[in-house]
């Protein structure tokens, strides 16, 4: 990329005030600093040159399940546009890109025949951002399950596993001599609760707490995953989850007992596993001391294969209070007191701090070093006048949030990087194209990227901390 080029997007993206060595605090060399995104919200090119049909696709098409009808059909075209994408990146100056490649674009059908091009797309990108001095972060799964997988019972099926085991060491033994950390799994969580037990999500089922076998299947997935890649060379292999401290809206022990329930749901059950190997106590989601009844001898050996991070996604707190019917054990309060993001978030930065220190005490060495793998917030933010766009609120958001992953690491844990979500504004999922998470504004009817104020912030934020010697 030209240096032409680089002042071209630096001049879009003008940030009043420069970061100094005395705005935040100083990060040890080597620290991460990235972005990252996800192949379904940003590729569109839905059909283009072999690749499948995902349970995305299919949800799309379901009147009334995406907000105005929305697609990720067109998306932000970075299929076509990624050069433009990666020389956005090299401008921000970030050292890792976390993104994920797209299952039914390598594998049409989540099984058998490999689709050469699909795999050449995402070689081209791996090799440009080497390139330009970028670490690729590849996701394996972040939700885009390839329909006829699906149409097999999905994640409610045991085979799934197996078959996203097989994608792994696909993609593997193409990319593997330049990555050097993969994603098996992209929030679990999310999946069961919103895909398969809300039907809020792809693939929309609504089974309630009958989708808890996804759970396990996929955790399953990651852990016959971390074998094959390992069998191709793959260097470091980690998972990534969403985690949000959960907070009891009283001391009732009704209360307190909700909260328990929802943090074993949301926060131990795709961890334990992983970190302890074995699943917590299920007994406050109404489990008998069984436990899950998919589970198999074997099992809990093979998902907890040591790993070599833990991947941090967090956005919010939950506050949690005793259930009024007897759907769920808990009910999710609105949190008061604090800014909201356009998605109606709270903004708690010291939330992010509270969960890291929380995994901390609670795995104790059993907690590998941690990425935060996902960080950002939605404001809706639009060009002005003079094309600029003046997004301050997620200036504040970021800079709160950086201060708190300092604070966790003045506490003693062992954080190694931290990414914006994300590059881009995107497609993002129920929600359409309502929500905007980027640090570059994207016009959905022409496709200009127009990198915002924040883009210049963490430009100048990077850029004054200590950079890996060598």
Known sequence: MSGGTRRAIAAGCRYDRPVTDADLPSFPPGFAWGVATAAYQIEGAVTADGRGESVWDTFCRRPGAIRDGHTGDVADDHYHRWPEDVALMATLGI?????????????????????????????????????NGITPMPTLFHWDLPQPLEDAGGWLSRDTAYRFADFAGIAATRLADRVPLWITLNEPFVV?????????????????????????????????????LRA?????????????????ASDSPADVAAATAYDTLHNRLYTDPVLLGRYPDLAPLGLGPAGLDCVRDGDLETISAPVDALGVNYYAPTLLAAPQDAALPFQ?????????????????????TELLTSLASRYGDRLPPVYITENGCSFDDEPDAAGQVDDRQRISYLDGHIRAVADAMAAGVDVRGYLVWSLLDNFEWAE??????GLVHVDYGTLRRTPKASFGWYRELIAGQPRRSG
């Open 232 to 248: 191709v060379g793959a260097h470091q292999v980690t998972i990534t989850n969403s985690y949000a401290p959960a907070w009891a």
């Open 192 to 228: 069961t609760a919103l895909g398969y037990a809300l039907g809020v999500h792809a693939p929309g089922q609504a089974l309630m707490l009958g989708a808890l076998p996804t759970a396990h299947h996929q955790l399953l997935g990651h852990g016959l995953a971390l074998a094959a």
């Open 95 to 131: 050292d890792t890109y976390r993104f994920s490649l797209a299952w039914p674009r390598i594998q049409p059908t989540g099984s058998g025949a490999v689709n050469q091009i699909g795999l050449d797309f995402y070689d081209r990108l791996v090799d440009s951002l080497v390139a």
């Open 332 to 352: 999710l309060q609105p949190i008061t007191g604090y800014p909201v993001t356009a998605f109606g978030n709270p903004v708690v930065p010291a939330g992010l």
């Open 432 to 437: 359409g194209y309502h929500q905007r998470f």
